[in-house]
């Protein structure tokens, strides 16, 4: 009993505060390098000063723990994402996130979808989304100018979101909160291929030789159209499985 109990008040912390049962956590579970390989990825955090969130890299990154924005869930089989409506966001983007970018070692990921075959696996769970604007964002391949496909919660209803032309193919209309589920991205011979549960949604044309890969928690909502301006309005996303591989 005392271990669900500080399980229970390390989820309603503020961004800033460490007491003793986010370290107790930890403790008992980990940290989230013990559940997933972060050995290629890079942390952004909706924590920091404005336009300037907190990035953290590896080595560092295998140790890190931010409670409650990026920790191991209370299953220890997991990882979650967190970023409130008050998180800070960067000066390209008006929302917050606490996400994962694919790193090349020390180096920014950038590959080509024209040459060779690059694949990212994510079985994940999308457990909570912001109020009035209900929308996250949980998984997505990207390059040095936007997003080029996403997989995007809206209510209850989960999409994928093309950017050249904003179009939304609808994946499912009954997504419930807590609901685990697998979405793979493939990129090969000027494509990218998306995937929910295995099953292919959509393949999309794409010709870039700066993509990458991202994972976590993009809340598209902050407090100006989304109340209350509350640490406790929050988009969050757990992580069980994350796998990128280069071909």
Not at 6 to 19: D, E, K
Not at 131 to 149: F, W
Not at 222 to 247: A, D, W
Request: aromatic fraction near 8%.
């Amino acid at each position: 009993m005392r271990r669900v109990a500080a399980l229970s008040l390390s989820l309603v912390l503020t961004a800033g505060s460490v007491p003793a049962v986010a370290a107790g956590h930890a403790e008992a579970c980990g940290s989230p390098g013990q559940v997933l390989d972060l050995k290629n990825w890079k942390l952004q955090l909706p924590i920091g000063e404005p336009e300037k969130p907190k990035e953290v890299s590896q080595p560092a990154l295998d140790r890190h723990t931010e409670d409650p924005w990026f920790r191991t869930n209370s299953g220890c089989d997991g990882i979650q994402f967190r970023a409130a409506v008050t998180g800070v966001s960067t000066g390209g983007s008006q929302y917050p996130r606490s996400e994962l970018r694919e790193m090349d070692g020390a180096e920014k990921a950038a590959w080509s979808t024209s040459s060779g075959t690059h694949t990212m696996v994510i079985d994940q769970a999308i457990t909570a989304v912001p109020r009035e604007k209900p929308q996250v964002i949980a998984g997505q391949v990207h390059n040095t100018s936007s997003h080029l496909i996403m997989f995007r919660l809206d209510g209850g209803k989960l999409y994928l979101h093309y950017a050249d032309d904003s179009r939304y193919k609808l994946v499912t209309s009954d997504y419930r909160l807590g609901q685990r589920f697998r979405v793979k991205f493939v990129a090969s011979g000027g494509t990218i291929k998306a995937y929910y549960n295995d099953v292919l949604q959509a393949t999309v044309a794409k010709r870039t030789t700066t993509a990458y890969f991202k994972a976590g928690a993009y809340t598209l909502a902050h407090c100006e159209n989304s109340s209350p301006c509350s640490t406790s309005n929050f988009g969050q996303v757990v992580i069980y499985k994350l796998s990128v591989s280069h071909s």
